[in-house]
């Protein structure tokens, strides 16, 4: 059961840490009450999966509206797998908080990539601005330093000013480098990265992969094989820094993170998600995502291209100079399958997290 913007539901364990921290003062009762049952006798009311008590619309409002109001620096993230509804519920609640909103989807970083990115218009915002989307040229790199130095900048401009930053996105990386204050690997070494780049073209990152494992089973389990820049670059990490010092880079987290962070998770059971992806995937190419990519290609953009690496647009790099002989309908099926399955990452991530108020 699933119970939409009306309400929330929310592990014990989380919420008992944010009542132990004095955030909801209201439902105190209540949640030792539920917490007493899960830890005694095993069960929770109202159990739904991993996920604990049914909490109304107004609770969790006045759980936004306590975290702001009790917290110097307050950051709200919204985060979610892929067509969940995070971009809807963002609108809502920035304007409900005078908030503005910083894009942490890292392919909405580039310019141009719009169909396929689901990127916000200009007539969605509402009104609300937002901060980070199209401030990449395809050619261009980002990451996680990157990002993190770019959102520290706006976030602390907007609490200067007496604004609340919602972060709003599903990179599992980019949002856990604000969630957690992570602390900067070193700068690359292009000598080194580009051996490993080809090392890992030799066999799709197999070798690279068993090579992480044996130095950090923790992160290695973190980076899938066939995510290759960011295993790339773990592995690189560990080449151009002492062991020892490596583990520490490999996105540690502060003890003290920088901002008082409160964050909620929006999820669909997964038949639902499943549908979910397979209509906005549909969508997206009746709106023309084909003719997207093939604009790109028209200004010179190429696969090597960061940009052009990214999900869906390199199958569709990929098909068009296959000279579109694959059906469409197989090509967006495939599309569709990788995002479904990128989806069950993301949830696996999160899972993890106890901190997140699951919507």
Same mark, same amino acid.
């Given at each position: 059961m699933h119970l939409g913007w009306g309400?929330? =539901?929310?592990s014990s364990l989380s919420y008992r840490n944010l009542v132990i921290s004095g955030s909801v003062q209201n439902m105190r009762n209540v949640v030792l009450w539920t917490c007493k049952l899960v830890f005694t006798f095993g069960f929770c009311p109202s159990i739904s999966h991993n996920h604990c008590m049914s909490i109304d619309k107004h609770t969790w409002q006045q759980l936004v509206k306590d975290h702001c109001e009790n917290n110097e620096r307050?950051?709200? @993230?919204?985060?979610?797998?892929t067509a969940s509804g995070k971009t809807a519920f963002s $609108?809502?609640?920035?304007?409900?908080?005078?908030? %503005? *909103?910083?894009?942490?989807?890292?392919?909405q970083f580039y310019r141009y990539l719009d169909i396929g990115t689901a990127k916000i218009t200009e007539e %969605?915002?509402?009104? @609300?601005?937002h901060h980070l989307l199209? *401030?990449?040229?395809?050619?261009?790199?980002?990451?996680?330093?990157?990002?993190?130095?770019?959102?520290?900048?706006?976030?602390?401009?907007?609490?200067?000013?007496?604004? @609340?930053?919602?972060? *709003?996105?599903?990179?599992?990386?980019?949002?856990?480098?604000?969630?957690?204050d992570l602390r900067l690997a070193p700068p690359a070494d292009p000598a080194i990265r580009k051996r490993l780049e080809k090392e890992y073209d030799n066999d799709n990152g197999a070798t690279l992969h068993k090579r992480l494992e044996a130095l950090d089973p923790d992160v290695a389990t973190r980076i899938h094989q066939n995510n290759k820049p960011r295993l790339v670059r773990a592995v690189e990490i560990f080449e151009v820094s002492p062991v020892?010092?490596?583990?520490?880079?490999? =996105?540690k987290a502060s003890e003290n993170p920088k901002y008082d962070i409160l964050i909620l998770g929006i999820s669909k059971q997964r038949d639902e998600s499943v549908v979910k992806i397979n209509n906005r995937c549909k969508a997206m190419f009746e709106a023309g995502w084909v003719d997207e990519v093939q604009k790109l290609i028209d200004k010179g953009?190429?696969?090597?291209?960061?940009?052009?690496?990214?999900?869906?647009?390199?199958?569709?790099?990929?098909?068009?100079?296959?000279g579109n002989s694959e059906p469409i309908e197989?090509?967006?099926?495939? $599309?569709?399958?990788?995002?479904?399955?990128?989806?069950?990452?993301?949830?696996?991530?999160?899972?993890?997290?106890?901190?997140?108020v699951w919507l």
């Open positions: 309400s929330i =539901w929310i307050p950051v709200i @993230v919204i985060l979610g797998p $609108i809502d609640l920035a304007q409900s908080i005078n908030g %503005e *909103v910083l894009n942490a989807d890292s392919r %969605e915002m509402n009104g @609300v601005p199209d *401030v990449l040229d395809p050619s261009g790199e980002a990451t996680v330093g990157w990002y993190q130095k770019e959102a520290s900048t706006v976030i602390d401009a907007l609490l200067q000013k007496g604004t @609340v930053p919602i972060l *709003v996105g599903g990179s599992m990386l980019y949002i856990s480098a604000m969630t957690d020892e010092n490596a583990k520490d880079q490999l =996105w953009y190429t696969k090597s291209d960061p940009a052009m690496k990214s999900h869906g647009y390199k199958e569709i790099m990929e098909y068009i100079a296959d197989s090509l967006q099926e495939r $599309i569709a399958a990788k995002t479904r399955q990128y989806a069950r990452r993301q949830m696996t991530w999160w899972n993890r997290d106890d901190r997140i």
